[in-house]
């Protein structure tokens, strides 16, 4: 078992930043590839990001690309995902997740959830 809390949500205006954090406990840290989704309502999870279990390879959805950053700390068992240049469409729960990382862009492709942090950006 992997247990995710993530932190750092909140309000912004369009055009400000948040940095979302995950923490995680339970089961070997390295052996997991982590990634952020989001949901808003009547809508399926959507992909933002993902990092390799070495920390090595990120990977991002054509709608933040450019604007978020994802890093890990394997020491700390962490990971981060710092968004800038934030838009309304931002707005959503965002979800930490980890899997074996065979699949990275999609929710079938992780086995543990953390509870979610709303971020909501106004116009």
Same mark, same amino acid.
């Given at each position: 078992?992997? =247990? ?9 205006? #369009?055009?400000?930043?948040? @940095?979302?954090?995950? $923490? #995680?406990?339970?089961?070997? *840290?390295?052996?997991? $590839?982590?990634?952020?989704?989001? =949901?808003?309502?009547? /809508?399926?999870?959507? *992909?933002?990001?993902? +990092? ?8 991002? !959805?054509?709608?933040?690309?450019? @604007?978020?950053?994802?890093? @890990?700390?394997? $020491? /700390?068992?962490?990971?981060? =995902?710092?968004?800038? !240049?934030? /838009?309304?469409?931002?707005? #959503?729960?965002?979800?930490? #997740? $980890?899997?074996?990382?065979? +699949?990275?862009? @999609? ?17």
């Amino acid at each position: 078992q992997v =247990q995710l809390v993530e932190s750092g949500g909140g309000l912004v205006q #369009a055009g400000g930043s948040l @940095r979302l954090s995950c $923490a #995680a406990s339970g089961r070997t *840290f390295t052996d997991y $590839a982590l990634g952020w989704f989001r =949901q808003t309502p009547g /809508k399926e999870r959507e *992909f933002v990001s993902a +990092i390799s279990r070495g920390g090595g390879s990120t990977y991002y !959805s054509d709608s933040v690309n450019g @604007r978020v950053t994802s890093c @890990r700390d394997n $020491a /700390k068992r962490t990971v981060t =995902q710092q968004m800038n !240049s934030l /838009k309304p469409e931002d707005t #959503a729960v965002y979800y930490c #997740a $980890a899997g074996r990382g065979v +699949i990275l862009d @999609r929710p079938s492709g992780y086995n543990y959830w953390g509870q979610g942090t709303q971020v909501t950006v106004s116009s």
